[in-house]
């Protein structure tokens, strides 16, 4: 599943999807590090912020309870599906939240549109992570936060009784299945190149 996250429109079951971001949303560590990450935005009221690969609009929500009604939580999200259900729940909570389909690649705000822009369990996904991360620098204000926030697989650690067939299972798994995160010069450079200007 988690190598399909790119495609849940055409999915025989997009309904799994979303049983999964629930199951994965409701560990306390997942709380925990999600709380982290609007901490690390110091998002206030009146601020705007968005949401890169949303999925079902948790993270939108709880952002929208930060900036209150004088400020505006967006969500993206590739998915039809998970805009729907990211609708769906919003529903009469009267809360300032917006959800739209559009791709990390493409975003369709002008410069400097948000006081912060966030992404989770995102980039893991995506075929050119450098283009996603280029596009949440531009939509965000200089001065603005920028957080990314994604798994490295290549730091997964099982206890197993035999080391050698388990690491060799490891190496295969991250060949075929994830694409590298984090430690891409492409990454770190735009990173370095806007954190050195503003």
Not at 42 to 66: F, Y
């Amino acid at each position: 599943m988690a190598t399909e996250f790119g495609s849940v429109d055409r999915a025989a079951r997009p309904e799994a999807f979303v049983k999964y971001l629930d199951t994965v949303t409701g560990l306390e560590a997942a709380q925990a590090y999600k709380q982290r990450s609007y901490d690390l935005l110091r998002l206030k009221p009146g601020h705007q912020v968005l949401d890169v690969g949303c999925g079902t609009g948790d993270d939108v929500r709880a952002m929208a309870k930060i900036v209150g009604s004088s400020g505006r939580a967006v969500g993206i999200d590739n998915s039809e599906v998970m805009i729907a259900e990211a609708k769906k729940r919003s529903l009469d909570l009267a809360l300032p939240v917006e959800f739209r389909t559009a791709t990390a690649s493409d975003l369709p705000f002008q410069n400097g549109s948000f006081d912060a822009t966030r992404s989770e369990r995102l980039f893991q996904h995506l075929a050119n992570p450098s283009k996603a991360l280029a596009e949440m620098i531009r939509v965000t204000r200089p001065g603005g936060r920028v957080g990314v926030l994604d798994p490295d697989w290549e730091t997964v650690v099982i206890d197993a009784l035999d080391r050698r067939v388990t690491r060799q299972i490891l190496s295969a798994s991250m060949d075929t299945h994830v694409k590298p995160m984090g430690r891409s010069a492409d990454l770190l450079s735009l990173s370095h190149s806007r954190t050195s200007r503003d």
